[in-house]
């Protein structure tokens, strides 16, 4: 598949190549990318899956330019004759699209009744279920004034040496800088008599270390596919629900020592 198309996944093996125009908008407190994903046709010719898919509409944090779409995520879902979507905490309907669809109508819907929401998207962060290292129910919420980075993965041995990495450079940081950092790892489809024992303990002690639930993923479109990393700044805004752990690794890396409070230039 050319490295210019757009994939759209809808099933394991049914892909499909689409026209994605989007834009960055500002929807009342809330800034959004907006996209609109218009399937062409199946990805390679051997594919014989039935092939009748409305256009979609996908709900982005802004300035995404690079994400993965599958047809079952929460941001993304089909446009209707009355499609309504949610950004935080605002209702809007898409009253109209263009033949291109580069451009669309939308109004602030107050009260959706008993219209389904097509697609939605949390910017904010709040607390995520999981299950803590003894098997028992915890949250993960994001500490005062730092950014929070939650890596999931799982226990293919791939999965561990591109944890091992993470871990190794996030070790290798000052501490000051270290500290403007939450890192908590995610074990996504993993039991907990299935982990390694030796494994866990082997990372840094200030890492928290999670497995996933069936309450893990609201709200965090989560990806089939590890591992990964969602970013949340400092104020608790959702910069990104995925990322590839090379960014991480360079986002520990070119991290600046921040200055003493007390500091004057």
């Known amino acids: 598949v050319p490295v210019t198309s757009n994939i759209v996944y809808d099933g394991v093996w049914e892909r499909m190549v689409a026209n994605v125009p989007a834009a960055d908008v ?23 899956f039935p092939l009748d898919h409305p256009d979609y509409l996908m709900l982005l944090p802004p300035g995404r330019d690079s994400m993965p779409i599958s047809l079952s995520q929460d941001n993304i879902g089909p446009v209707t004759g009355s499609t309504v979507f949610r950004v935080g905490r605002h209702h809007y309907g898409l009253r109209s699209l263009s033949e291109d669809r580069r451009e669309i109508v939308i109004e602030r819907v107050t009260d959706p009744g008993d219209r389904a929401v097509s697609a939605q998207l949390d910017l904010n962060y709040r607390r995520v279920a999981a299950l803590n290292k003894d098997g028992e129910p915890a949250y993960i919420s994001r500490e005062p004034d730092k950014e929070l980075i939650l890596f999931f993965t799982g226990l293919s ?14 070790q290798a940081m000052p501490e000051e800088q270290r500290a403007r950092y939450q890192l908590c790892v995610i074990f996504q489809n993993v039991h907990l008599s299935s982990l390694l024992p030796e494994y866990v303990p082997s990372l840094s002690p200030n890492i928290g270390v999670y497995f996933g639930n069936e309450k893990t993923c609201l709200r965090l479109n989560c990806r089939p596919n590890y591992p990964y990393f969602a970013h949340i700044d400092e104020r608790g805004k959702i910069r990104s629900f995925w990322n590839h752990p090379d960014k991480l690794t360079a986002l520990f890396v070119t991290s600046p020592t921040p200055h003493p409070a007390n500091s004057r230039k």
């Not at 041995?157 to 996030?170: A, I």
């Open 26 to 48: 500002g929807l009342d407190s809330d800034s959004v990318r907006i996209a609109i994903i218009n399937v062409l046709g199946r990805a390679f010719e051997w594919q014989r």
């Open 157 to 170: 041995p791939q999965n561990q040496r591109t944890l091992g990495r993470m871990d190794s450079v996030y």
